[in-house]
C-alpha cells in the first residue's frame, strides 16, 4: 500500500513544469496608452510627442515619458502615416504598431546583426511605437530603410516590418512596409511568396510628401498579414 | 553574411485571432491566410539591450511614484523569462500596465464607477538580469465590468509587453491570479485553450511574499526559441 494520493492535484499554474512551453498572447486591450507609448516612442529620429496620447490620462501619470537625446541620424527622413481600418472599413482608434527596420545603410542595430562592414548609427535604434488618434491614423518619423539579406544569396528590397496591436487582437498581426516604385522590390524574395494580386496591400504611397500606408485588418483590401 | 538562425514557430498554446465569444475580434481578425515567410535579419533581430536608450529608466516600484502609497494589496510578482529551450532571456525590458485595486484604469475612456486612485497610475518597466530573473512592486487590480456580454467581468489581470531579442519574439500577454474564478467564464483568458490557458495564472508563492509587507508571486514568461542551437564550432564537422 501507498500512502500517496493516486491521483495528486494537478498544479494549475506556469510554474508547472507539464505545462512549459511559449506564453499565450493577449490583447493589450483598449487601455493600454498610458503604460507603453513613450514619448520619442513614434518619433524615431527626434524626441516629440507623436504616436503617444497624453490627452488620455492626466498629466500626471504620464510617467514612461523619458526617451534620451537622439544624435543625428544618416539618411532620408521620411513621415510614414496611414489609418487601421476594421472589416466594416470603421477606423480604429485603439490600435498600436509598432516598426521594426534596417537603418539608411541597411544594418540593423541589433547583436545579431553582424555585419559590421555596415555603419551603425548611433542615434538610430528602428524600433518605434505610435497609437492610433481618435480617427484610427498612425504615424512615424523615421529614415527610408537600405536593403538587407534575404534568404541564400537574395537581397530584400527596403521594408519596415510591422506589428499591430489593439483591442479585438488576441495576437499581433504582422505585415511589412515596402516603398512603391522601389527598383528592388521586383526581386525581393518575401515578395514573390504573396500573391501577386495581394502584394499591392504591402506597398507605402508617397502622398503629399509622407509615405501612406493603411492597414485593413479585414475585408476585400484587407492586408496581407504575414506567419513569422 | 551573418549566420541567419530562424526563431521556432507558434506553438499550440497561442489563440486564433478570430474568437467570437470574444466579440471585439470578429471585425478586426483577418479572413485571409496569413502567408508563411521564412525568417530573414528582420525576423531574426530585435532592438535587444538599448531598452534604456529607447523608452529612459526602469519603474520597477509602482507603488512609489506619487505622493503616497495607492490603496489596495500590495504585491511582489517575480519571475524569470525563459526561451522554450529554458534559457534564461536576460536584458529584455518587461513593460506593465493595469487597472487599480477597485478595477479601475486612470485611462479617461474607462467610465466604470469605481474610484481612482490619485497615487496610482498602474504603469511600469522592469529589466530582466543576467539569469532572465526579473521583479516589480504592485498592487493586486481589481475585476471590472466590460461590455462584451451580460454580466461580463475581466478576471483580475496585470497587462505585460515583452520585446525579448528579436522581431519574432514580441509578445504582449496578461498574468491572472490563482484561484479566480472569472478566469473559466472570461473569453479573453478563454481564446487560449486549456491546458495552455494556465500558462497565464501566476502562482502565490511565500517565499516571494515579505512579512508584514506584501504577498508574493512567481510568473514565468516563455518567449519562442532558436529552431537550431549554434554550435561552438560551425567547422566541426
Redesign the interface.
Same mark, same amino acid.
Given at each position: 500500500m501507498t500512502t500517496e494520493p493516486a491521483n495528486p492535484a494537478p498544479?494549475?499554474?506556469?510554474?508547472?513544469p507539464g505545462?512549459?512551453?511559449?506564453? !499565450?498572447?493577449?490583447?493589450?486591450?483598449?487601455?493600454?496608452?498610458?503604460?507603453?507609448p513613450?514619448k520619442g516612442?513614434a518619433d524615431l529620429v527626434g524626441q516629440s510627442d507623436m504616436g503617444a496620447r497624453p490627452?488620455?490620462? !492626466?498629466e500626471?501619470?504620464y510617467?514612461?515619458?523619458?526617451?534620451?537625446p537622439k544624435g543625428a541620424v544618416a539618411g532620408q527622413v521620411i513621415t510614414l502615416e496611414g489609418v487601421v481600418y476594421?472589416?466594416?472599413g470603421?477606423p480604429?482608434p485603439?490600435a498600436m504598431i509598432?516598426i521594426?527596420q534596417?537603418n539608411a545603410a541597411g544594418r540593423?542595430?541589433?547583436?545579431?546583426?553582424?555585419?559590421t562592414q555596415i555603419p551603425l548609427d548611433e542615434g538610430f535604434?528602428?524600433?518605434g511605437r505610435a497609437s492610433t488618434s481618435e480617427d484610427g491614423l498612425y504615424r512615424f518619423r523615421t529614415v527610408r530603410p537600405g536593403p538587407? !539579406?534575404?534568404?541564400g544569396d537574395s537581397r530584400?528590397a527596403p521594408?519596415i516590418?510591422v506589428?499591430v496591436?489593439?483591442?479585438?487582437?488576441?495576437?499581433?498581426?504582422v505585415t511589412?512596409i515596402y516603398f512603391e516604385g522601389a527598383p528592388e522590390n521586383a526581386a525581393d524574395?518575401?515578395l514573390a511568396?504573396?500573391p501577386a494580386e495581394?502584394r499591392e496591400t504591402l506597398m507605402a504611397r508617397e502622398v503629399d510628401g509622407a509615405w501612406r500606408f493603411d492597414i485593413v485588418?479585414?475585408?476585400a483590401a484587407?492586408?496581407?498579414?504575414?506567419?513569422? | 553574411m551573418s549566420l541567419i538562425l530562424p526563431y521556432s514557430r507558434e506553438d499550440a498554446g497561442q489563440p486564433p485571432s478570430l474568437h467570437a465569444p470574444y466579440a471585439s475580434t470578429v471585425a478586426r481578425s483577418p479572413r485571409q491566410p496569413l502567408v508563411r515567410i521564412p525568417h530573414t535579419l528582420t525576423e531574426t533581430t530585435g532592438p535587444a539591450g538599448c531598452w534604456e536608450n529607447l523608452m529612459g529608466s526602469s519603474l520597477a516600484d509602482l507603488t512609489t511614484q506619487h505622493k503616497a502609497m495607492p490603496q489596495g494589496q500590495r504585491i511582489i510578482v517575480s519571475g524569470r523569462v525563459l526561451d522554450e529551450n529554458g534559457r534564461p532571456v536576460p536584458n529584455t525590458v518587461m513593460e506593465i500596465w493595469q487597472a487599480n485595486a477597485a478595477g479601475r484604469y486612470i485611462h479617461k475612456k474607462d467610465q466604470w464607477d469605481a474610484p481612482l486612485d490619485p497615487n496610482f497610475t498602474g504603469a511600469g518597466r522592469v529589466i530582466t538580469d543576467t539569469e532572465g530573473r526579473y521583479q516589480y512592486v504592485t498592487v493586486r487590480p481589481g475585476a471590472y465590468p466590460w461590455g462584451n456580454h451580460h454580466n461580463a467581468w475581466r478576471p483580475s489581470h496585470i497587462h505585460l509587453s515583452l520585446l525579448g531579442p528579436a522581431f519574432a519574439t514580441r509578445i504582449v500577454t496578461q498574468m491572472y491570479f490563482p484561484d479566480d474564478p472569472l478566469i473559466e467564464i472570461d473569453p479573453i483568458a478563454n481564446a487560449t485553450p486549456l491546458p495552455y490557458r494556465q500558462r497565464m495564472v501566476s502562482r502565490f508563492d511565500i517565499q516571494t511574499t515579505r512579512p508584514n509587507w506584501a504577498l508574493g508571486y512567481l510568473f514565468d514568461i516563455v518567449l519562442r526559441g532558436r529552431e537550431q542551437t549554434p554550435t561552438e564550432d560551425p567547422h566541426d564537422h
Open positions: 498544479r494549475l499554474d506556469n510554474q508547472d505545462l512549459f512551453g511559449q506564453t !499565450p498572447s493577449q490583447t493589450v486591450g483598449p487601455f493600454f496608452h498610458y503604460g507603453l513613450w516612442g490627452e488620455l490620462f !492626466p500626471e501619470h510617467v514612461l515619458n523619458l526617451s534620451p476594421d472589416a466594416d470603421k480604429v485603439d509598432e521594426w534596417a540593423y542595430a541589433s547583436p545579431d546583426d553582424d555585419r535604434i528602428g524600433f538587407v !539579406p534575404g534568404p530584400q521594408h516590418a506589428g496591436f489593439g483591442r479585438g487582437l488576441i495576437k499581433r498581426l511589412r524574395p518575401i511568396l504573396v495581394r485588418l479585414q475585408g484587407e492586408t496581407v498579414f504575414f506567419d513569422v | -
